[in-house]
């Protein structure tokens, strides 16, 4: 949904109704900042505000859902037009203790900006401010979203470092809850960041760089979650825009495991699709296309060795692609029409439908069969089969986004990449899945004892085989894909892929991140209950499991908040364990002493201040 001056927002608005709160001088600035204190006399010299905005919040009654429709938020929200009226919103609210948890796009599946006792939106927020093409700089407002840059440095022939699959992000969310695209030598997109601007509720406006007076803030603000201060603007870096190719190839496990850290080196980008039940893996890589033939290495040249910009070997919504998955929404379709007119009706529309929305309708028929999932996995590897070769060439934001598929519950964890530690039957107990084998699986191609067989070298690999081997044994209905994805470390302490460990660790050069999950490919409320507790009970459940031996840690973006005292207790503590707690609450106590940016998810997650 498009609304005024190009501001993109998938979260669905559904009643409005006028509100406002009178600002009362309840409460009084605490704790201090010697880096923040510096900018207080820039304050002193900033033009007045708006006098509409002085002494009065004016916010809407709204309900929201989130992009997947998997969290649902009955708020006040509030939409400054300026970043004076940002800076005086805030200045209110931290007098009267309205809340303003800071909302992005509302893409994120935790909904981790949601807040039912107020929100701000930066949607209104969304100019591109400044390109420096000399120094290979874009500076914009936080509300501005990743395709709107994008389109804005193409005619300085430049783009951003990395993205994620899609590009309707807004900056601010976008840096702030980490995302992150693929790339073994690229960092997450927080990493990317030279300088901001925050607003802060105790300090006003302060501008952060990476000098000796902002280095803490700089190192913990840029991954906040909006906890710190809403971030008005930010700046990036930038590289020279080129053309990337992209290719598909299907490979089996053991196919994969072969030249597995020479691929991570040797391409820009590369993912992996695993298919559970399904020996199966595709692999995708892309690489900037070589200004000729002969300067490029053999594995990044064009097929036909003579022409420097290849061209996709075939069309992706082939019918003949997509026939294994178009037989299945088929056979349903016919086994519940009326009559043959009616069959005929539904199976035109069927054979219009691409490959995403087949998947949908082809898993809506028994999403939690088990037996059904691996029928539709295997369908899907046909299809990945039929498009392998060159599936794409663009400029690196057409190239790397991809469709998503439809709503969906997902679940992603973060892990350093060592030498593998010894094979999973070597660990004891702590190694075996906390399920009941499944009794209920036909014979399926791949087994686990097959799956426990191969031996990985990295842990990146090892983590995936045994993840497979355990959702097979359990009989986890989990559909295609688990996404692998590859970064280089961020330097901000409270990414995901943080580059600093505990002194008796050594820093790690390479993460990988694993994602999974379930469609939630119906509109029968039952049956969405029903697969989201399948997903977050047992499927996340395998992955949980698996992440202390790893020292994995789950995506900000997807981390749900728990729902029990000693959930809380349980995650609250290994949170500890991984990033500095401590040192993040402290500046959220100076910063923002009255925690009017926070809401019961941040609380949950980093504790009350």
């Known amino acids: 949904m498009w609304f ?36 207080q006399h820039e304050q002193a010299t900033r033009p007045s505000l708006s006098p509409s905005f002085e002494g009065v919040l004016d916010g809407t009654s709204t309900t929201l859902y989130n992009w997947s429709q998997t969290h649902k938020c009955n708020t006040t929200l509030f939409e400054p037009q300026s970043t004076l009226e940002l800076e005086q919103l805030v200045r209110l609210a931290h007098k009267t203790g309205q809340k303003i948890r800071p909302l992005g796009s509302a893409i994120s599946p935790n909904a981790v900006a949601f807040c039912d006792e107020g929100m701000v939106s930066l949607a209104q927020l969304d100019r591109v401010l400044h390109i420096d093409v000399e120094q290979r700089l874009v500076t914009v407002e936080a509300g501005a979203t990743i395709h709107d840059v994008v389109e804005a440095l193409k005619p300085h022939n430049l783009t951003l470092e990395n993205f994620a699959s899609i590009n309707q992000q807004q900056v601010g969310g976008y840096v702030q809850t980490g995302a992150h695209g693929t790339g073994a030598a690229i960092p997450p997109v927080d990493d990317q960041v030279v300088a901001f601007k925050l607003v802060t509720p105790a300090h006003g406006l302060v501008h952060v760089t990476r000098d000796n007076k902002h280095k803490q803030l700089f190192d913990y603000a840029r991954v906040a979650m909006g906890c710190l201060g809403i971030m008005s603007e930010v700046t990036l870096r930038c590289v020279p825009l080129r053309t990337l190719v992209e290719r598909t190839e299907v490979m089996t496990r053991q196919e994969v495991l072969k030249g597995h850290m020479e691929r991570l080196q040797l391409h820009r ?62 056979a349903e379709a016919k086994r519940v029409a009326s009559t043959p007119e009616d069959y005929d009706v539904a199976s035109t529309q069927i054979m219009k439908q691409n490959f995403a929305s087949l998947r949908d309708m082809a898993l809506a028929v028994n ?39 439809g709503q969906q519950w997902v679940y992603e964890v973060a892990f350093p990449v060592h030498d593998a530690s010894p094979k999973p039957e070597q660990l004891g107990d702590e190694s075996n899945p906390q399920c009941e084998a499944s009794t209920t699986l036909n014979a399926l191609p791949v087994s686990t004892s097959t799956t426990q067989d191969l031996c990985a070298q990295t842990t990146d690999i090892q983590f995936m085989l045994e993840l497979l081997s355990r959702i097979e044994t359990c009989g986890i209905p989990a559909p295609v894909p688990i996404e692998q994805r590859w970064t280089a470390p961020s330097t901000s302490r409270m990414s995901v892929a943080r580059a600093y460990q505990s002194s008796t660790q050594q820093n790690p050069s390479l993460y990988s991140w694993v ?25 996340c459940g395998l992955v949980q499991e698996l992440m202390p031996r790893y020292d994995a840690m789950v995506h900000w973006a997807k981390l749900e ?27 959220r106590k100076q910063l923002d002493p009255h925690n009017v940016l926070g809401s019961a998810h941040t609380d949950a997650l980093f504790g009350d201040i």
């Open 4 to 39: 005024a001056r190009g501001a993109f927002r998938p979260w669905r608005v559904v009643t409005v109704a006028g509100t406002a709160l009178a600002a009362a001088s309840t409460f009084v600035a605490q704790g201090t900042y010697s880096a923040i204190h510096a900018e």
């Open 269 to 330: 980008h590369v993912k992996y699709l695993w298919f559970p039940f399904v020996d199966s893996v595709v692999v995708v890589t892309c690489d900037e296309v070589p200004s000729s033939v002969d300067s490029c290495k053999a594995e990044q040249c064009p097929a036909n060795g003579t022409n420097p910009t290849p061209t996709p070997t075939v069309t992706a919504s082939s019918n003949r692609c997509l026939a294994a998955l178009q037989q299945i929404v088929l």
């Open 367 to 405: 999403p939690l069969d088990v037996n059904h999932v691996a029928n539709c996995n295997r369908a899907e590897a046909e299809y990945w089969k039929g498009i392998q070769g060159v599936t794409n060439v663009g400029t690196s934001d057409q190239v790397l986004a991809f469709d998503c598929g």
């Open 515 to 539: 994602g999974i999950i379930m469609y939630l490919c119906t509109q029968d409320v039952q049956q969405r209950k029903e697969i989201t507790q399948r997903f977050t009970s047992e499927y």
């Open 561 to 587: 908040a728990p729902k029990t005292p000693q959930q809380r207790t349980i995650l609250n503590r290994t949170l500890a364990q991984q990033v500095d707690i401590e040192t993040f609450n402290h500046l």
